[in-house]
Structure formats: structure tokens, C-alpha cells
């Protein structure tokens, strides 16, 4: 109980007196708002224009998710794709390579001028950024089976698919959480950093726009609390990540399982 007390303690301490130290910077050094607001600001710029911010976070969230979702089920199908065969492997996955190093910022002008809409160009830069890390994560994960399982499942005259699902898929149950969590995060940075890129703005426009628009007009109060806004956002998304990681491998795998010692 004391332990389960002090990790949720300890966090919550240290937030407070990070926000703490910010207010007492604002106070003794008699910092201006328009140069670094003081949390309070921030909170109550928060209440005030949440009617503008809000519909922004509506449509940062929903890209975040949908390319979160797309990735998933690309980079899973695809994965599986790959290791039945490794020529398909060597055909296929340098494409996924090249598409992970090119910066995103260089592909974005190319988007744009292919496809028309905004929303669809931000959704598919954020899907391209989160879909590499989920693929390499399966296709390590399926190629990760023990070798005397293998033999077992092949001496019992199991068939390629039997061995994928019964084997091969909760094996790499792991490969998926850790894939899960990280692509959940980039694929929020990539929908703010592909708005950047992408320069949409108006009524469909996301958090990173609001970001841009407050800094132009020196609007910091503004800007803080869109930070804010993004940063809860992404702990949430990883709080999500891993509490769907936690129920799929808690009752049986190493990294999830309590120590008796």
C-alpha cells in the first residue's frame, strides 16, 4: 500500500514543484506576462479561450488517433506479410525504410501538392512517422519465437496459420506494447509537427496552428496554455498505451509480472 501511495506521491509532488519554482521565478524577478505568464495565466487563459482552443484540440486529437489506428493496422498486416517469406521481406521493407528517414518536412510540400486536403495531407504525414516503429517492433516480435516452440508446433503438424495465431501472434504480444506506446507519442508529434509543415489554418486548423498564431501575436498566455493542452494530451495517450500493454501481458510476461522478492 505505501508503495502504490508514493508512486502516485511522488509524480504529483514533483509536477507541483516544478510549477512551484515557475511561480516563484514569475514573483521574485517581477517577469511580465507577455514575456513568461505565471501558471495562474495560464489556468485562467485555459477557462477563457477554451471555446477557440478546444475545437483545435478536437482535431489534433482526432488526427493523433486515426493515424495511431491506421498504423496499427498497417504496420501489424504488413508485418505479418513480411515474415512469411523473407523474399517478400527483402522486397518490401526497404520501401518502409526510406520512408522512415526521409525528414517529414521534406515530404510534406510533396503532399500538398498531390493531395488537396489539408486534413488527409496532416493524416498522412502522422501515419508515415508512426507506422515504421510499429512494423519494425512486429516483425521483430514474430520473428522472436522460440525455435524449440517452433519445432513442437511443426512436429505436431500445425499449419502456417495455426502457427501464426496460436504462436507466433502471442509471442510478439510484448514487440506490440512496446510498438503501442511508442507509436501513440509519435504519432502526436507528428500531427503538430505536420501541421507546421503543412501551414493549414482556419476553422480546421489543430493545437500546433493556435501555437503559431499566439506566437505571432504575442499572445503568450495563449500559447502556454496550448502547450499545456498538448502536453496532457500526450501523457494521457501514453497513460492509454500503457494501461492497454499492462491488461494484455500483466498475467503472464516478465516485464509486466510483480516480483514475490
Given at each position: 500500500m505505501t508503495e502504490r501511495i508514493l508512486r502516485v506521491v511522488i509524480p504529483v509532488a514533483m509536477v507541483a514543484l516544478a510549477i512551484g519554482l515557475w511561480q516563484l521565478h514569475i514573483t521574485v524577478n517581477n517577469v511580465p506576462h507577455y514575456i513568461?505568464?505565471?501558471?495562474?495565466?495560464?489556468?485562467?487563459?485555459?477557462?477563457?479561450?477554451?471555446?477557440?482552443?478546444?475545437?483545435?484540440?478536437?482535431?489534433?486529437?482526432?488526427?493523433?488517433?486515426?493515424a495511431l489506428a491506421l498504423a496499427l493496422i498497417g504496420g501489424v498486416g504488413l508485418a505479418i506479410i513480411l515474415v512469411q517469406s523473407k523474399w517478400i521481406e527483402l522486397a518490401i521493407f526497404p520501401f518502409a525504410v526510406i520512408l522512415q528517414v526521409t525528414p517529414m518536412i521534406a515530404i510534406a510540400p510533396l503532399l500538398i501538392i498531390y493531395i488537396k486536403d489539408p486534413q488527409t495531407v496532416l493524416l498522412t504525414c502522422a501515419f508515415i512517422v508512426a507506422f515504421f516503429p510499429i512494423l519494425s517492433n512486429m516483425v521483430a516480435g514474430l520473428k522472436s519465437v522460440d525455435h524449440n516452440l517452433l519445432n513442437l508446433f511443426e512436429l505436431n503438424g500445425a499449419?502456417?496459420?495455426?502457427?501464426?495465431?496460436?504462436?507466433?501472434?502471442?509471442?510478439?504480444?510484448?514487440?506490440f506494447a512496446a510498438a503501442l506506446r511508442i507509436g501513440g507519442g509519435l504519432s502526436l508529434i507528428a500531427a503538430v509537427v505536420a501541421e507546421f509543415a503543412v501551414g493549414s489554418a482556419g476553422r480546421g486548423s489543430g493545437l500546433a496552428f493556435?501555437?503559431?498564431?499566439?506566437?505571432?501575436?504575442?499572445?503568450?498566455?495563449?500559447?502556454?496554455?496550448?502547450?499545456?493542452?498538448?502536453?496532457?494530451?500526450?501523457?494521457?495517450?501514453?497513460?492509454?498505451?500503457?494501461?492497454i500493454s499492462w491488461l494484455l501481458l500483466h498475467r503472464w510476461h516478465e516485464s509486466a509480472l510483480k516480483r514475490e522478492n
Open positions: 513568461m505568464p505565471a501558471p495562474l495565466t495560464v489556468v485562467t487563459t485555459l477557462f477563457t479561450d477554451w471555446p477557440t482552443l478546444y475545437p483545435s484540440l478536437l482535431v489534433t486529437l482526432r488526427v493523433t488517433l486515426l499449419s502456417r496459420w495455426q502457427t501464426l495465431i496460436y504462436l507466433k501472434l502471442p509471442s510478439s504480444l510484448p514487440y493556435r501555437l503559431l498564431e499566439s506566437g505571432y501575436r504575442l499572445n503568450y498566455p495563449r500559447l502556454y496554455a496550448a502547450l499545456v493542452l498538448l502536453m496532457i494530451t500526450g501523457v494521457a495517450i501514453f497513460a492509454l498505451t500503457s494501461l
